[in-house]
């Protein structure tokens, strides 16, 4: 089971952008917050945002898939 969050936790990720490393912030009530070490401009999404997103992400990469796994076949009928 994973800890609640009643509290900011504030945590400097190994991944750097443009050469600076990204701080990552999780507060109640369900915020993720990302900036760039020592820099103001923070970009501010929801939990229930961040999932969706990435939930379309991969839905979009399985189709993808999927397409370039079906011209494959398609394009190995029409050459037999």
């Keep these: ?10 945590r400097e990720s190994a991944d750097t952008y443009h050469g600076r490393p990204l701080v990552i912030e999780i507060a109640p009530p369900f915020i993720i917050r990302i900036r760039e070490k020592r820099r103001r401009r923070a970009f501010t999404l929801t939990v229930r945002g961040a999932y969706e997103y ?25 050459c037999a």
């Design 54 to 78: 990435a939930a379309r992400l991969d839905a979009e990469r399985i189709r993808r898939e999927r397409k370039i796994a079906r011209n494959a076949r398609k394009e190995g009928k029409t």
């Design 1 to 10: 089971m994973a800890t609640r969050l009643y509290k900011p936790v504030r």
